[in-house]
Every structure is written in C-alpha cells, then in structure tokens.
C-alpha cells in the first residue's frame, strides 16, 4: 500500500507554525506592554523606525496605545488560526490518502 501525505498535512504544519510564531509575538507584545506600564506618564521611550536602525523620541502614551493596538490584532488573528485549524478537523480531511 501507497500512502501520500495530502495539502492538508502541510496547511496544518504551516497553520501551527504561524500559531506558534504568533505566540512568540503575543508573549513579547505583552512583555513590552507590563514594561510600557511600569513607566510614569509623560516620561519618553525610544521607538525604531521600520526597516533602520534610527531610533525616535516618542510619548510613553502614545507608544503604548500603539503596543496595545497592536497586542489586539495579533491576538485577533491567532484566533483566526486556531478557528482554521478546528475547521480543518471538523470537516475531516484526511491527512493520508491509501492507495
């Protein structure tokens, strides 16, 4: 007997990578967050400019409602990975096809 591992054996190893990558992401957003917090109001925090090595004076206020904002939509999509995978199981796609 022949057996083949179907597309989705793969989506669901992609599918758990990008959860697991975004776990990483979420764990560091609400690190940064709980040390955004411990600062006092009006102090200021240093913010990188995308893609450089330049750092920018920013507002501790501003940069935490940018860290939150953020947290939130990692999280919404998490829940959009893991809503794909229970999906995937309940429609029942076989991960092996015998031959």
Known sequence: MTELVSSGSAHKMSTSHKRGELEKQINEKRILEHELK?????QSAYKQQTNSHIFFKEDVTKVFSECKKSLDELIEEYKQ??????TTEERGDSDTLNF
């Open 38 to 42: 411990q600062m006092k109001k009006g």
């Open 81 to 86: 990975c893991e809503l794909e995978e229970e």
